[in-house]
């Protein structure tokens, strides 16, 4: 419901731009579609695996795996759609680095635009390639070539995914924090400054006067007897040292 009564926010994200509704509204529901998808998909393919081994449809021989062909289509398809929803899994997590906690600042930071979102796209197109070698292998003989791609997809995974945007992280960034962060730290104040609507101040000049007069000194009786006289820092630092030497 929240999905299709969604509206636009008006303003958009200096890294995708897209629209703030997206993030509130669309992403959310479109992780729920593929979760939801996925989960069905794997179950299914578990079942009609086990199902297809209990048949003797799929069994292990003469040091072999052996498959029948209408079996090895059946499940080749169902990986296949699995691996495309794996794809779509990626191209959503690319706009999930807006929330991500490693830099300084929370949100995108430099190793999640240079690191982080490179590497999903990567896996995005990688499981895609998987996906695509499942349906064309389906009728072959074996799965060497799409179990040749999982490997890679996996082993993509790991590196890209997690030690990468590390690596990154630790070597570019952390030597010169505050040049790599400045424009993703100057995007997170610009974003505050919206959303608390500090963006709509108007800045006014007010003229001081340095000098003084007792009829000002009158008018504001209430303003000058409430003037600080003293620091409380220093002067309870003070008082404690005045109290030791006591």
């Known amino acids: 419901l929240i999905y299709f009564n969604r509206t636009s926010f008006g303003i958009t994200d200096p890294i995708f731009n897209r629209d703030i509704g997206f993030y509130m509204f669309s992403l959310p529901f479109w992780e729920f579609v593929r979760n939801w998808l996925s989960f069905a998909l794997t179950i299914i393919a578990v079942v009609v695996a086990a199902i297809y081994i209990i048949k003797r449809a799929v069994k292990y021989e003469y040091k072999k795996l052996i498959i029948e062909t209408s079996v090895k289509v059946h499940l080749s398809l169902l990986i296949g759609f699995i691996l495309i929803l794996k794809s779509w899994q990626y191209w959503l997590n690319a706009f999930k680095i807006l929330y991500s906690t490693r830099a300084v600042i929370f949100g995108a930071g430099y190793a999640d635009i240079h690191a982080t979102l490179f590497a999903l796209r990567v896996l995005m197109v990688l499981a895609l390639v998987c996906a695509a070698l499942f349906f064309v292998t389906a009728r072959k003989e074996n799965w060497k070539l799409p179990a040749l791609g999982l490997a890679v997809l996996v082993g993509a995974s790991v590196l890209l995914g997690g030690v990468y945007p590390e690596i990154m992280h630790r070597a570019v960034v952390l030597p010169n ?65 005045i109290q030791a030497i006591r």
């Open 177 to 241: 924090e505050g040049t790599k962060e400045r424009p993703y730290i100057l995007n997170n104040i610009e974003a505050t400054r919206v959303a608390y609507g500090l963006d709509k101040i108007k800045e006014e000049e007010f003229p001081v006067k340095e000098e003084i007069s007792f009829e000002d000194i009158e008018k504001n009786d209430d303003t000058i007897r409430n003037i600080r006289l003293w620091d409380w820092r220093p002067i309870k630092q003070t008082l404690k040292q």
